[in-house]
């Protein structure tokens, strides 16, 4: 709801990915802890919040358009394949 302005129902975790972000000296800046879980729409219309420029749907055959991190790809493939 924060992040979409939707509301959802969640169906399953699908996976958590851990990351570890890295400067140009190779300290740690961040460490981030993904949990991704496949949800159902319940209501809402699609906005982006305050993190985001925009936000929009996508279908999966879109998905190379998008400059998109390889372990979003594979969390999304992931999501998708098993139903």
Known sequence: MEET???VRIERLIDVVDFV????SGAV?????LIDFKAAL???????GSDAEEACWASPDM???????????????AG???G
């Open 42 to 48: 319940v209501s809402g219309d699609l906005r982006a």
């Open 63 to 77: 998905l190379d358009q998008y400059c998109l991190w390889k372990e979003t790809r594979r969390v999304i493939d």
């Open 5 to 7: 302005a939707l509301t």
């Open 21 to 24: 972000a890295r400067g140009a």
């Open 80 to 82: 998708l394949s098993r």
């Open 29 to 33: 800046s961040g460490h981030y802890v």
